[in-house]
């Protein structure tokens, strides 16, 4: 508008008419125009602002690292469980007794760098391989066999019941690696260990699958375990039946996202600022509290991964944001289109096709990335399959089939009344 009218000025050929107009658009018509684009910039920002996705704070990152690669103050990733950066060596006596209460023997734990695909070949096929048990005195030759270590997955569980205690909506972790950690279960042992004996090392060869072993592996994640004191003592809530324990913020930093694990009796709800924590519980003494922090991810220069850091977040976009906000999902193949390459997990795959089919006739090429989560209200047998065709984009990689899982998981949590499973287009 500015510009207009000093277009408009200036074309103007009679000198003292410009020069009055020019005083009075001065003394108010341009204070005026300043003030309406003020406030519709300050409308803009609070339209913008009201959509916003605060979720991104509690958006999960993940990858692996070799043990004796993990970098103990690493900005944002830790291992997903406590203790597993420390070399443990399989203890004689733990085995002896396992064996004695005729139970699982479990040697060691190996990740399987290798697709979705070949770890089903790998489970289905119930092999078992030869190694070695090595120990102080001589050396042993053993049969094992590998199981599917469920670990992490359990903590993935954990994770989604501390999102519901939160009050928090969830989303699907992206985590395509938790389901290639193998246990070595000891099926055999030539010979038997003597009490002085003492385990120096155990190898196991994986036949044609030994190319895929890989040994000392972790997975890490931007969640730090905290334990966190109230700032004073406790004051009764609103209800006068609780009490609210304030959590600071100010020290672990205000920009990354938390959640509360504690006892589910202990907590009713929870209150977030931008510098604090409320917890409205019915416990009336001061106490810690064990909060997991989401670290937000920041560039490293200094830190190389050896394997793809994921994640489940999204792209940042209005459009996107304004459609979580509303309650019911638009039910197009543009919308589910929309959905999946929402998220940075779909730069290397494209959705080409959704197709609705009866059970049966194909092999999925994906899993479910939510198998803890349930649906009580709709039978399983009575669902339609929702087959969602993906492309690749890109270079290949061993956890492609991951990541189309992880899309499907996603659509799965729109569209309850389906079955959705991913295969190549």
């Not at 459609?323 to 730069?347: C, L, N, T, Y």
């Not at 080409?352 to 899993?367: D, L």
Request: charged residues 30%.
């Amino acid at each position: 508008m500015k510009e207009i009218v000093l277009d408009r000025l200036n074309k103007m050929e009679d000198l003292e008419q410009r020069r009055i107009l020019k005083q009075m658009m001065n003394s108010v018509f341009l204070h005026l125009v300043e003030y309406q684009e003020e406030m519709q910039k300050k409308l803009e920002q609070r339209v913008f602002s009201e959509f916003e996705d605060k979720e991104d704070k509690l958006d999960i990152y993940v990858t692996l690292c070799h043990r004796d690669d993990f970098d103990p103050i690493h900005d944002f990733l830790y291992p997903m469980i406590p203790g597993d950066e420390q070399r443990k060596l399989c203890d004689r006596k733990a085995l002896h007794e396992q064996l004695t209460r005729q139970e699982q023997a479990v040697l060691m734990t190996i990740f399987m760098e290798c697709g979705y695909s070949r770890i089903q070949e790998l489970i289905n096929s119930k092999r078992t391989f030869k190694g070695r048990l090595t120990t102080t005195e001589k050396s042993y030759p053993i049969e094992v066999r590998l199981q599917q270590n469920t670990l992490y997955i359990d903590e993935l569980e954990k994770l989604y019941n501390m999102f519901l205690k939160n009050g928090m909506p969830w989303k699907t972790v992206n985590h395509p690696y938790a389901n290639k950690f193998f246990d070595v279960v000891l099926v055999s042992c030539e010979g038997e260990l003597g009490e002085d004996e003492e385990i120096a090392e155990v190898t196991v060869h994986l036949e044609e699958w030994e190319p895929y072993k890989k040994l000392d592996v972790i997975p890490l994640w931007n969640i730090e375990r905290l334990a966190l004191k109230n700032i004073g003592f406790p004051v009764p809530a609103i209800d006068r039946v609780n009490f609210e324990h304030v959590l600071s913020l100010r020290k672990t930093g205000s920009q990354h996202g938390y959640l509360v694990d504690g006892d589910e009796a202990l907590i009713r709800y929870i209150k977030r600022s931008a510098e604090e924590l409320t917890i409205v519980s019915p416990q009336e003494k001061s106490g810690i509290w064990n909060v997991c922090k989401i670290t937000q991810p920041v560039a490293t220069p200094t830190s190389r991964l050896q394997y793809a850091l994921v994640s489940n977040r999204r792209k940042s976009s209005f459009v996107g944001s304004f459609a979580r906000k509303q309650g019911m999902p638009v039910r197009a193949k543009g919308e589910i289109i929309r959905i999946v390459h929402s998220f940075e997990a779909a730069e290397q795959l494209e959705l080409v096709h959704v197709e609705i089919r009866e059970k049966g006739g194909r092999t999925s090429a994906t899993y479910e990335m939510n198998p803890f989560i349930s649906d009580n209200v709709r039978v399983e047998h009575d669902k339609k399959i929702m087959q969602l065709g993906f492309r690749r984009r890109g270079a290949d990689s061993f956890i492609l089939e991951d990541m189309m899982s992880f899309l499907v998981s996603e659509i799965q949590m729109y569209f309850p009344e389906y079955k959705c499973e991913g295969e190549w287009a």
